[in-house]
C-alpha cells in the first residue's frame, strides 16, 4: 500500500532521522501531535537516552511528540500504537481487516482522548501501514 505524505509531514521525516539516526516509516500530525512510526527493534533508538530525542524533536517542532514501533504482525502492531496503555484483549479479523481492542478501564478514556483525537490518529495509521479497516474501542 502506498503512503501519501504531505509535503510538511515528509520535512518531519527528514529532521527526525538527522536527530534519531532511526529509520522512520510514517509519519502522521494531528493538531498539536506529530506521530512517527520506526523500524521494528529501533524504538530505543528513535526515543534515545533519557527520552532526549523526543524532547529535542518537540522543541524544534513545538509540538508533542510520539513514536510507534512497526511490526509486520497486525495484532503486535495494534498492541505497539496503543502503548502505553495496557490492552486486556486484542481480536483481528483478517478477513475484514477489522480489530477490536479492549482497554484498561482506567485508559480507555485517555486511549480515546478528547473528542476521539487519539483514537483517531491510530486509526489513520493502522489504515495506512496494514489496511486495517476499523479499530473498535471496547
Known sequence: MKIKL???EMHYI????????????????RGNRITFVV?????????????????KLEQ???KEVRFVEYDTDKKQFI??????????????NEEENRVSVVVNAK???KAIGKD?????ILREIAKRQHGIREIKVL
Open 107 to 109: 485508559d480507555k478514556g
Open 79 to 92: 498492541i505497539n500504537l496503543f502503548k502505553p496503555f495496557r490492552l486486556e484483549k486484542v481480536v483481528v
Open 14 to 29: 527528514a529532521v527526525a532521522e538527522v536527530f534519531t539516526r532511526a529509520p522512520i516509516l510514517d509519519c502522521v500530525e
Open 39 to 55: 523500524a521494528k527493534g529501533k524504538l530505543g533508538k528513535a526515543i534515545g537516552r533519557e527520552a532526549r530525542n523526543i524532547k
Open 116 to 120: 476521539g483525537r487519539n483514537i483517531n
Open 6 to 8: 504531505t509535503q510538511q
Open 60 to 62: 524544534i517542532f513545538k
